[in-house]
């Protein structure tokens, strides 16, 4: 399957964006979506996934309470919606799919088999 993020932008803080990865390739009802980020200088992090069947959901702390996951099927589309926004959460913003897989595994990198090629979102103060 591929994966092609957008949405991407630069935003002031306490603003919102939502981003989009749109599949092909495969069917997408079947795929577990994950987002992550990569700020300058650090190392890919967790950020939200979403279980293919949209039962189950998980966010990393740090956007817990502001970003939402979620997808339309119909659309072959998943989206994270972005609110309040801080200059912390400047980053590459990357979403990846795996084929229904184990949920325990879904906050990881290794769980998924696809990758996005990521879109930039920055966040001024």
């Known amino acids: 399957v591929q994966l092609q993020a957008s949405g991407g932008g630069l935003v002031q803080a306490g603003g919102s964006l939502r981003l989009s990865c749109a599949a092909s390739?495969?069917?997408?009802?079947?795929?577990?979506m994950g987002w992550f980020r990569q700020a300058p200088g650090k190392e890919r992090e967790f950020v939200g996934a979403l279980r293919y069947s949209g039962g189950n959901t998980y966010y990393s702390d740090s956007v817990k309470g502001r970003f939402t996951i979620s997808r339309d099927n119909a659309k072959n589309t998943a989206y994270l919606q972005m609110n309040s926004l801080k200059p912390e959460d400047t980053a590459i913003y990357y979403c990846a799919a795996k084929r229904f897989g184990i949920l325990s595994t879904m906050m990881t990198e290794r769980h998924y088999d696809y990758w996005g090629q990521g879109t930039l979102v920055t966040v001024s103060s």
């Open positions: 390739g495969g069917t997408f009802r079947n795929y577990n």
